[in-house]
């Protein structure tokens, strides 16, 4: 009986995280930040699953799961509570992956910034941009100058412009 039921938490587990790492490769195509942090995480599941001793690890990976995907989905909705397509929540969350910038600026400043992004970012973007240098650099430069007008944290600006410009090239390739 027994094998039985660790047999039935390890197929739970086995579907359970195949159902999640499908979720993360979706985001991926739409979400860089969201898509690292949960990657890094579902990671750490897959990784203590594949390490598992007895049926309590199993236990405790599928808690672990349940949990991710909540996590998850919250992440994923989060955008809604704001108010902002998944464009601009991508850069919302591009714009705050630093901590200090969150200490330092306000919510309703960065989700400005992030729906003037995702605006430039539409206005400017043209038929296989990441691989043209000349519309990357003027992609960049249109970028620092709006992080600017808001008074971005200088000393910040530079890797946010990389990560938007990272963000920019996934949506490109993605097609979105």
């Given at each position: 009986m027994k094998?039985?039921?660790m047999?039935?938490k390890n197929?739970?587990?086995?579907?359970?995280m195949?159902a999640?790492?499908?979720?993360?490769?979706?985001?991926?195509?739409k979400?860089?930040?969201?898509?690292r942090?949960?990657?890094?995480?579902?990671?750490?599941?897959i990784e203590?699953y594949?390490?598992r001793?007895?049926e309590?690890?199993?236990?405790?990976?599928?808690?672990?799961?349940?949990e991710?995907?909540?996590?998850?989905?919250k992440?994923?909705?989060s955008?809604?509570?704001m108010?902002?397509?998944y464009?601009e929540k991508?850069?919302?969350?591009?714009?705050?992956a630093d901590?200090?910038v969150?200490?330092?600026?306000?919510?309703d400043i960065l989700i400005k910034?992030a729906k003037?992004?995702?605006k430039?970012?539409?206005?400017?973007?043209?038929?296989?941009?990441?691989?043209r240098?000349?519309?990357q650099?003027k992609?960049?430069m249109?970028i620092?100058?709006l992080?600017?007008k808001?008074?971005?944290?200088?000393?910040?600006?530079?890797?946010?412009?990389e990560?938007?410009m990272e963000q920019v090239?996934l949506?490109?390739?993605?097609?979105?």
């Amino acid at each position: 009986m027994k094998f039985k039921i660790m047999c039935q938490k390890n197929i739970a587990a086995n579907i359970l995280m195949k159902a999640m790492r499908d979720k993360v490769e979706q985001i991926k195509k739409k979400n860089i930040v969201v898509s690292r942090t949960f990657s890094e995480k579902l990671e750490r599941i897959i990784e203590k699953y594949n390490n598992r001793h007895d049926e309590k690890d199993v236990y405790e990976v599928l808690e672990a799961l349940v949990e991710f995907k909540e996590e998850l989905l919250k992440a994923i909705e989060s955008g809604d509570a704001m108010d902002l397509i998944y464009e601009e929540k991508a850069f919302f969350d591009v714009l705050t992956a630093d901590p200090e910038v969150i200490a330092t600026m306000e919510d309703d400043i960065l989700i400005k910034i992030a729906k003037d992004l995702t605006k430039t970012v539409k206005e400017n973007l043209c038929p296989a941009w990441h691989e043209r240098k000349q519309a990357q650099a003027k992609m960049r430069m249109k970028i620092k100058k709006l992080l600017k007008k808001y008074d971005y944290p200088p000393n910040k600006s530079e890797k946010a412009v990389e990560g938007v410009m990272e963000q920019v090239t996934l949506q490109c390739i993605a097609g979105l």
